[in-house]
T-cell receptor, first 113, second 114 residues
Framework: EDQVTQSPEALRLQEGESSSLNCSYT??????LFWYRQDPGKGPEFLFT???AGEEKEKERLKATLTKKESFLHITAPKPEDSATYLC??????????????FGKGTKLSVKP | GAGVSQSPSNKVTEKGKDVELRCDPI?????LYWYRQSLGQGLEFLIY????????KSGLPSDRFSAERTGGSVSTLTIQRTQQEDSAVYLC????????????FGSGTRLTVV
């Protein structure tokens, strides 16, 4: 069964304190792994897609990496405005779940000034 | 439109009533997805459309749930005889192709069944 597990569930950081969020996945052939950011009362906002192991993508203070079993979202010198829930999702290449994204439960990040 | 629009943004309904949730995707996006997000849970896939057809309805929780899409554009998700466990945020997303990446989500409809 295709599955996504994110850890930790919640993370509190001081402004400037770098850290990483983890996304472990099992999928019947990975078509793509996605990272989204979700603010309260809003829909998820697309950040990155990673397609193959070894791939990395960066956007401002965020960097996403991918291995065959997990992905990391590294946050460098975070600011309070980075506070949000970060969601990881996978899209399968094979099997009944093709076409839709399978999401983890997310990591709620709080960055204190 | 500029983004995915969902209406209403909030809906409170009595148990047993029917509700209709609407999604207006980005113009030209052929794929449309419905997800449900309950408190403390991840996004749960409900159904997706490619054009007006729904190749995958596997996520619909029961036969009380149905969805349609007309003209390759607007979609409605209908929940009949609502139950308290149907309370959640219902999110719609669209993308250019069914296998495209980076869905654009709407802000959701918060449904509360009392």
């Amino acid at each position: 069964e295709d599955q996504v597990t994110q850890s930790p569930e919640a993370l509190r950081l001081q402004e400037g304190e770098s850290s990483s969020l983890n996304c472990s996945y099992t999928v019947s052939g990975l078509r793509g792994l996605f990272w989204y950011r979700q603010d309260p009362g809003k829909g998820p906002e697309f950040l990155f897609t990673l397609y193959s192991a070894g791939e990395e993508k960066e956007k401002e203070r965020l960097k996403a990496t991918l291995t065959k079993k997990e992905s990391f979202l590294h946050i460098t010198a975070p600011k309070p405005e980075d506070s949000a829930t970060y969601l990881c999702a996978v899209q399968a290449r094979y099997g009944g779940s093709q076409g839709n994204l399978i999401f983890g439960k997310g990591t709620k990040l709080s960055v204190k000034p | 439109g500029a983004g995915v629009s969902q209406s209403p943004s909030n809906k409170v309904t009595e148990k047993g009533k029917d509700v209709e949730l609407r999604c207006d995707p980005i113009s030209g996006h052929t794929a449309l997805y419905w997800y449900r997000q309950s408190l403390g849970q991840g996004l749960e896939f409900l159904i997706y459309f490619q054009g007006n057809s729904a190749p995958d309805k596997s996520g619909l929780p029961s036969d009380r749930f149905s969805a349609e899409r007309t003209g390759g554009s607007v979609s409605t998700l209908t929940i009949q005889r609502t139950q308290q466990e149907d309370s959640a945020v219902y999110l719609c997303a669209s993308s250019l192709l069914w296998e495209n990446y980076g869905y654009t989500f709407g802000s959701g409809t918060r449904l509360t069944v009392v």
